[in-house]
């Protein structure tokens, strides 16, 4: 494929289309150059999440992709021309595709359960979010729960940029709390009952009354509670109750 062919596109044939962006949407051949070998894209990626699904993202490497594929690491180079790459197509190959919703659901049922998908999907693999956010995403799945996201809210009626806000504002909502989740699953000691134990040895009673009669309460003991999900759908929640109230009074 040439250069040329390479920027061609539905949008414009006058953007070079960055490297990530030709393999993730299939745009390039990648491992065309030299002797022909035993590899695809989809099997370096394959390989790619196994290695950081049980060594952590900052594992991966082109020698230890080498490594894990039994090639050798200039091979790898030949479908990708840096880690960088590498993690950029990864990035979209790891969140995957949405998931179908039911038609019969409202505007605000859908846009939660897409919003609960997309932590699912990426808790799925928690080191996803170790990623570092350099450029908006581009990949085919992450433009494909873009897409669904904006079909939930299509029976609000709202213009089409105005939806794309609201479904970006509740995709940094969703990333924000995974981030949040993923440090203190990664940091925090994991012995039982440990936060409650430090907190009730540092605050003082008469500085933080509130607080120390909840924890006296013993809020964060609650057998049938999971934490981390209830404050999830909380927020989105009340995000969505913000929603609500904007779509009921848009135009009036």
């Given at each position: 494929m040439t250069d040329s062919a390479a920027q061609d596109g539905p949008g414009s044939d006058a953007v070079a289309l960055p490297m990530a962006v030709q393999l993730a949407w299939g745009l390039d051949e990648p491992?065309?150059?030299?002797?022909?070998?035993?590899?695809?894209?989809?099997?370096?990626?394959?390989?790619?999440?196994?290695?950081?699904?049980?060594?952590?993202?900052?594992?991966?490497?082109?020698?230890?992709?080498?490594?894990?594929?039994?090639?050798?690491?200039?091979?790898?180079?030949?479908?990708?021309?840096?880690?960088?790459?590498?993690?950029?197509?990864?990035?979209?190959?790891?969140?995957g595709p949405p998931p179908a919703f039911d038609e019969g659901l409202s505007w605000r049922d859908a846009l939660k359960a897409w919003a609960a998908a997309e932590f699912a999907a990426i808790f799925a693999h928690p080191w996803w979010v170790d990623i570092p956010l350099s450029a908006p995403p581009t990949g085919p799945n992450n433009m494909a729960w873009l897409e669904a996201?904006?079909?939930?809210?299509?029976?609000?009626?709202?213009?089409?940029?105005?939806?794309?806000?609201?479904?970006?504002?509740?995709?940094?909502?969703?990333?924000?709390?995974?981030r949040l989740m993923?440090?203190?699953?990664?940091?925090?000691?994991?012995?039982?009952?440990?936060?409650?134990?430090?907190?009730?040895?540092?605050?003082?009673?008469?500085?933080?009354?509130?607080?120390?009669?909840?924890?006296?309460?013993?809020?964060?003991?609650?057998?049938?509670?999971d934490w981390a999900d209830a404050d999830f759908s909380f927020g989105l929640d009340r995000l969505l109750d913000g929603f609500e109230s904007y779509v009921e009074s848009y135009g009036k």
């Amino acid at each position: 494929m040439t250069d040329s062919a390479a920027q061609d596109g539905p949008g414009s044939d006058a953007v070079a289309l960055p490297m990530a962006v030709q393999l993730a949407w299939g745009l390039d051949e990648p491992g065309t150059r030299g002797p022909r070998k035993g590899l695809s894209l989809d099997q370096l990626l394959d390989a790619a999440i196994e290695v950081a699904d049980a060594e952590g993202l900052a594992a991966l490497s082109m020698s230890r992709l080498a490594k894990q594929l039994g090639f050798t690491t200039m091979s790898i180079y030949r479908y990708v021309d840096s880690k960088d790459t590498l993690v950029q197509v990864l990035s979209d190959r790891v969140i995957g595709p949405p998931p179908a919703f039911d038609e019969g659901l409202s505007w605000r049922d859908a846009l939660k359960a897409w919003a609960a998908a997309e932590f699912a999907a990426i808790f799925a693999h928690p080191w996803w979010v170790d990623i570092p956010l350099s450029a908006p995403p581009t990949g085919p799945n992450n433009m494909a729960w873009l897409e669904a996201g904006l079909q939930a809210l299509a029976p609000t009626g709202l213009p089409d940029p105005v939806k794309l806000q609201l479904v970006m504002n509740v995709s940094l909502y969703v990333l924000g709390r995974a981030r949040l989740m993923r440090g203190m699953l990664s940091e925090m000691p994991q012995e039982d009952n440990s936060y409650p134990a430090i907190l009730a040895r540092v605050l003082d009673p008469a500085r933080f009354p509130v607080l120390t009669k909840a924890l006296a309460a013993q809020m964060f003991e609650t057998d049938d509670i999971d934490w981390a999900d209830a404050d999830f759908s909380f927020g989105l929640d009340r995000l969505l109750d913000g929603f609500e109230s904007y779509v009921e009074s848009y135009g009036k």
